[in-house]
C-alpha cells in the first residue's frame, strides 16, 4: 500500500499563525519525522537551532511581515466582516453573543454566526502580530523602539492611523476588538509595525498608557491629526 505523503508546515506560516517559535521549531520537527517516518530524536535535537533561526528571521523581517502579509490579510478580514458588521449594527460595539440571542431577528443571529470565523481569523492575525511585535523589540536595536513600547492589547496608536477618528474609546483602545466592531473602521485600522512606532515617537510626544495598559497614545500636532 502506498504511504500517504504528510505536509511539512514552514515554520515562519506558524510563526505567523499564532505558534510560539519554539513552538514552531517543534512542530516542524514532528511533522518532518512523521513525513520521513524515522525515530524523531535526531529531529528534535535540532529543533532549537531552528527555533533560533526562525526568531532571528522573524526579528530581521518584522516590518514586512506585519505591513505586508499581515496588514493585507487583516484588511481583506475586514472586508469580509463589514457587511455583517451594517446588519448588526444595533449592538455594537461589544456584539454581545447574549444580546443578539436575546433580541436579535433572525437575520441578525445568522449574521453574528456568519462572523464568527472572520472574528477568530482576526483573532489569530492579531496574535502573530503581535508575537512578531514582541520578539523585534526584544533586544535594543537603533531601528527599533524600545520594549516599553509593546502594547498589552491592540489599540491607541498600534492599530490606528488616527486613533482621533474613532469616537467609542472602547474599540479605540482594543476592549471592544470584535472583528464586527473593527471593520466600520476599516480604512483607519492597522496594525502598526516596530518601524512605525519608532517613526511616531520621534515625531509626537508621548501621552502615556490608556487606563493603565500598555495601549499607547500620542500628543496630536496642530497641523495634522494623523499619526504617520
Known amino acids: 500500500m502506498k504511504r500517504e505523503v504528510a505536509t511539512i508546515p514552514s515554520a515562519a506560516a506558524l510563526v505567523l499563525a499564532g505558534r510560539s517559535p519554539k513552538e514552531a521549531a517543534a512542530e516542524v520537527a514532528k511533522a518532518a519525522a512523521n513525513a520521513a517516518a524515522v525515530d524523531p530524536q535526531p529531529i528534535n535535537d535540532a529543533a532549537d537551532a531552528l527555533h533560533q533561526k526562525v526568531r ?17 490579510r487583516v484588511a481583506e478580514v475586514l472586508e469580509a466582516a463589514s457587511a455583517a458588521a451594517e446588519v448588526l449594527a444595533g449592538f455594537a460595539p ?3 453573543a447574549a444580546a443578539v440571542l436575546a433580541s436579535g431577528s433572525g437575520a441578525d443571529l445568522k449574521a453574528w454566526q456568519g462572523s464568527r470565523e472572520l472574528a477568530q ?4 492575525l492579531r496574535r502573530g502580530w503581535h508575537k512578531v511585535y514582541r520578539m523585534a523589540v526584544a533586544h535594543p536595536r537603533p531601528d527599533r523602539p524600545s520594549a516599553e513600547w509593546t502594547p498589552s492589547r491592540p489599540g491607541g496608536v498600534h492599530v490606528w492611523r ?8 472602547r474599540v479605540r483602545d482594543g476592549v471592544a476588538a470584535d472583528v464586527l466592531a473593527i471593520a466600520p473602521h476599516r480604512g483607519n485600522y492597522r496594525l502598526s509595525s516596530p518601524g512605525e512606532i519608532l517613526r511616531m515617537t520621534k515625531r509626537h510626544r508621548l501621552v502615556g498608557p490608556v487606563r493603565g495598559h500598555r495601549v499607547f497614545e500620542f500628543e496630536q500636532p496642530a497641523t495634522d491629526g494623523r499619526l504617520q
Open 162 to 169: 488616527d486613533p482621533l477618528l474613532v469616537a467609542d474609546l
Open 121 to 124: 481569523q482576526l483573532e489569530d
Open 56 to 72: 532571528g528571521w522573524v526579528t530581521e523581517h518584522a516590518d514586512e511581515l506585519i505591513e505586508g502579509v499581515i496588514r493585507v
Open 94 to 96: 461589544m456584539f454581545d
